[in-house]
């Protein structure tokens, strides 16, 4: 797949909200994820590492209210989507959020990706 192909099928699935799914299918194995500078998971290797944070985020919800992907703007290997999510999270109640995210394709698959979204 090129990146444009890569960027339209995560949009797809991310809209279906099968993000485990999406990193199962569309992830390097040795990818590397960045999140904001003193976050929690501010650097995480590697498919399952990425794949079991993303299944611990999702564990942490309590209720989606809304939540949208953008279409992707593709550049060469890079591609960004912004993701919108209002949701009640089990420890820290209702937090709207907006994130853009970076993502980085070489031979079909994602080999990075970045989100940038403010803290607190």
């Known amino acids: 797949m090129n990146t444009q192909e890569v960027a339209d099928k995560l949009v797809q699935l991310c ?7 999406a990193i199962d299918e569309l992830y ?3 990818v590397v994820s960045k999140e904001p500078k003193g976050s929690p998971m ?10 079991n944070k993303t299944l611990h985020w999702e564990q942490s919800v309590a209720e989606i209210h809304s939540a949208s ?7 060469d290997n890079h ?15 209702r937090m709207p959020m907006s994130e ?3 993502y980085e ?5 994602i080999v990075a990706d970045e989100f940038f979204y403010r803290m607190g």
Not at 15 to 21: D, I, S, V
Not at 69 to 75: E, F, R
């Open 15 to 21: 809209r279906e909200g099968k993000h485990a799914e």
């Open 42 to 51: 501010e650097l995480t290797e590697g498919k399952e590492a990425v794949k």
């Open 100 to 102: 853009i995210c970076v």
């Open 79 to 93: 591609f960004s989507i912004v993701m919108d999510i209002d949701a009640t999270y089990k420890e820290h109640g």
């Open 28 to 30: 390097a194995d040795n």
């Open 69 to 75: 992907t953008s279409d992707p703007l593709v550049a």
């Open 105 to 109: 394709v070489k031979d079909g698959k």
